[in-house]
């Protein structure tokens, strides 16, 4: 229960902003965390499949039986690849949002200090201080989601490639 404490309270010192920082966030884990269940749990299963009806054929040498094989390696490596761009577009928007965050605060900031007619340095330090965590907050999203975006693509393109391999062309 204090960790629920300790996280509104951090999202109270960072503003609004945190919230949707955090829906992006939790977007882009579900869709990451799709995508290793697809690769590692459904996709075996597909390239079985595909493996079975390829060498069941009995024409793999002529060239539509090549173009057939071309086409179920490319409708795989789609299927590898799909929401991945989705995914490396929620990364860019983390720190995006989090350069929202910190230019709203900043305004507010000195928007609050014009009003009192005060130029303390403890004020605008502390103001300073609430305006940079969405910042903080954006980097640390994007960053989280940077490796695995990058081992779910070279994980797809290996993918791809195995299958490929697995079907013999003559």
């Known amino acids: 229960m204090e ?5 509104l309270e951090f999202i109270d010192k960072g503003g609004w902003v945190l919230w949707w920082i955090g829906l992006v966030l939790f977007m882009m884990w579900t869709f990451i965390i799709e995508r ?3 690769i590692y749990g459904q996709f075996p299963k597909e390239a079985r499949s595909i493996i079975a009806r ?15 094989r071309e086409a179920w390696v490319s409708v795989a490596r789609e299927a590898l690849n799909q929401r991945m761009l989705l995914i490396k ?9 989090g350069l929202l965050g910190t230019v709203t605060g900043m305004i507010s900031v000195f ?6 007619g005060s130029g303390s340095a403890r004020q605008m330090a502390g103001g ?3 305006a940079t965590i969405p910042t903080m907050a954006g980097m640390v999203a994007a960053l989280s989601g940077i ?7 070279q994980t797809a393109y290996m993918k791809t490639h195995q299958l490929a391999d697995n079907l013999p062309h003559h």
């Open 54 to 68: 390829w060498n069941s054929r009995d024409d793999q040498t002529s060239w539509r039986a090549h173009q057939i």
């Open 111 to 116: 928007d609050g200090m014009s009003g009192q």
């Open 128 to 130: 300073i201080f609430q």
């Open 3 to 7: 960790l629920i404490y300790t996280i």
């Open 147 to 153: 490796f695995f975006s990058s081992r779910l693509e």
């Open 36 to 38: 290793y269940w697809y």
């Open 89 to 97: 577009t929620l990364i860019a928007i983390c720190p995006l949002l």
